[in-house]
C-alpha cells in the first residue's frame, strides 16, 4: 500500500542501512584474510544492530506519522494506545 504522507526518516534510515552495508563489506574482507572469529563475530553483531536500529526507525516513523494521520487527531486512549504499540514493537 502505498502512502502519501512524508517519511521524515527515510533519510535517516537509508543513512544507517549504508553504513551497515559498509560494515558487512569490511566482515567480508575480514573473513577473506582470515581474521579472528571473535573480530568478525563482534562485527556481524554491529552489523545485526545497525539493520535493527534501522528497522525500528522505520516503524516509529510509520507509526508516528502515517497512522497518526490515518485516524486523525486521536484521543486520549488512542493515542494510548499507539503509545503502547510503540513500545512493543521492541521486541519484533
Known amino acids: 500500500m502505498q ?4 517519511h521524515e526518516s527515510h533519510d535517516a534510515v537509508a543513512k544507517r542501512l549504508r553504513r551497515a552495508g559498509g560494515h558487512l563489506q569490511n566482515v ?10 571473535l573480530d568478525v563475530a563482534q562485527q556481524l553483531h ?5 539493520i ?3 528497522k525500528k526507525q522505520l516503524i516509529h516513523d510509520h507509526i ?3 497512522l497518526d494521520h490515518a485516524i486523525g487527531e486521536p484521543a486520549a486512549s488512542a493515542r ?3 503509545s503502547e504499540f510503540k513500545a ?4 519484533l
Open 28 to 37: 567480508i574482507t575480514m573473513l577473506s584474510d582470515d581474521r579472528a572469529c
Open 88 to 91: 512493543i514493537t521492541k521486541y
Open 3 to 6: 502512502s502519501s504522507v512524508s
Open 52 to 54: 535493527a536500529a534501522a
Open 46 to 50: 554491529a552489523v545485526e544492530r545497525a
Open 80 to 82: 494510548q494506545a499507539l
Open 64 to 66: 508516528d506519522h502515517c
